[in-house]
C-alpha cells in the first residue's frame, strides 16, 4: 500500500512539475514574441518593455495561442507593419523553441 501512495506523490508532483514549466515556457515564449513585434514596431526600450508584458498579459484571456497571436497580428496591422498570421505563428513557433532551451540553460 505504501508503494502505491509514494508512486502516486511521485506521479502528482510531477504532473505540478510539468505545470509549472509550460506555464514558465509560455510566460517566456510571449516574452521573446513581444520583444520581436516590438522590433518591428520600431518602439522604444521602455515601451518594449511594457509591450512584453503585455502580450503575456494577453495569454490569459483565453486557453490556446489565438489570443497572443490575435493580439500581435492586431497591433502590428495598425503599427503598419506588413506581417501576416503565418508570419507570427511561425515566430511564435520559434519562440518557444529559443524559449524551451534558454530555460533548459538556466537549469
Do not use: H
Not at 76 to 93: F, I, M, P
Amino acid at each position: 500500500m505504501t508503494d502505491f501512495k509514494d508512486r502516486e506523490r511521485a506521479e502528482e508532483a510531477k504532473f505540478a512539475r510539468d505545470g509549472e514549466s509550460e506555464f514558465r515556457i509560455a510566460a517566456r515564449r510571449n516574452r521573446l514574441l513581444g520583444e520581436w513585434a516590438a522590433g518591428l514596431m520600431k518602439l522604444t526600450p521602455e515601451e518594449t518593455e511594457a509591450y512584453k508584458k503585455a502580450v503575456v498579459q494577453a495569454d490569459f484571456e483565453e486557453a490556446g495561442d489565438e489570443d497572443v497571436i490575435r493580439k500581435l497580428l492586431g497591433d502590428l496591422t495598425q503599427a503598419g507593419c506588413d506581417v501576416d498570421e503565418a508570419t507570427v505563428r511561425t515566430q511564435l513557433e520559434e519562440k518557444n523553441i529559443e524559449a524551451k532551451r534558454q530555460l533548459m540553460s538556466e537549469s
